[in-house]
């Protein structure tokens, strides 16, 4: 199985570097990375192209036009420039030990999604890994064992209230289970084709993940905990003043009746036909 890992991005990129760091130490190494990008103005090769050499797999960077918050189209854009057999979808802020594309080729079936859970890092604690990861013999789980223990409990937890949340789920006692998020998840293309992909309605930010999530489970696709050896990170970053209250609001509590209800789960406009049709630009940074 091939596996294509999609990074939406959208400037910030010397956390798209930290990423880049860990996916070069994976023991299973992923067939692509697709960047899909969002219009941002910092140059992508300026802060990975010394990195590139390293790489055992290809590397592509997809780019929109800066139009506003497109995450949806971006992640759309990135799977459709996909070749890959299963998709592993993570924020460029993420970051991970050496086992996660193995975790999901060992645990990912089809009609299920692969859900992980990153705990966020303290500000002070981003800089510290990203300078530590600067020394060649830098080993994630070693920086894990630093963190206080309430982090790996509290991703514990969550781990453990996702089973149950699936549990529930499979005696019918919910509609639907793991709640996705979009941080960190994986999937097959085939399930992520049958609903569409994202919904390019969502512009802006807000409830494009869950309705996603939604239309998964109304497709027949469940949630299930991803367990990694070590615990993955989200790497700190100001929070953007503008994300207290979504636009799309009131159009995904209309389209969750809908998906939930009546089993409506193909987006109209997703991977097989743009909400927009503004051009755009792939070139391959990286070929194995």
Known sequence: ????????????????????????????????????DDGSKEDVIKYIGDLLPLAKFNVKHVYQEDKGFRKTRALNNGVKNSTGDILVFCDQDLVFGEDYIKTVLENLKKKEFLHFRPYNLTENERDRFINLQNDRDFKYSEFVK???????????????KDSIRKILNILKLRKRGIK???????????????????????????????????RLYASGVTGKPGITKDIQLHLWHHVDPTKKKSQNEEYYSERKIEILQKKDFVSKYGYNNSYENDEITVKLLKEV
């Not at 990129?13 to 996916?23: G, I, Y």
């Not at 982090?151 to 969550?158: A, I, L, N, P």
């Open 1 to 36: 199985m091939k596996v294509s890992l999609i990074v939406p991005v959208y400037n910030r990129l010397e956390h798209l570097r930290a990423q880049f760091k860990c996916l070069l130490k994976q023991e299973s190494a992923p067939h692509e990375v697709i960047i899909t």
């Open 146 to 160: 630093t963190l206080p223990k309430e982090y790996t409990e509290s991703v514990k937890k969550t781990l453990k």
């Open 180 to 214: 996705l998020v979009g941080m960190s998840y994986a999937l097959f293309k085939e399930d992520y084709i049958k609903v569409n992909g994202y919904d390019e309605k969502y512009q802006g930010w807000g409830y494009e993940d869950d309705d996603f999530g939604n």
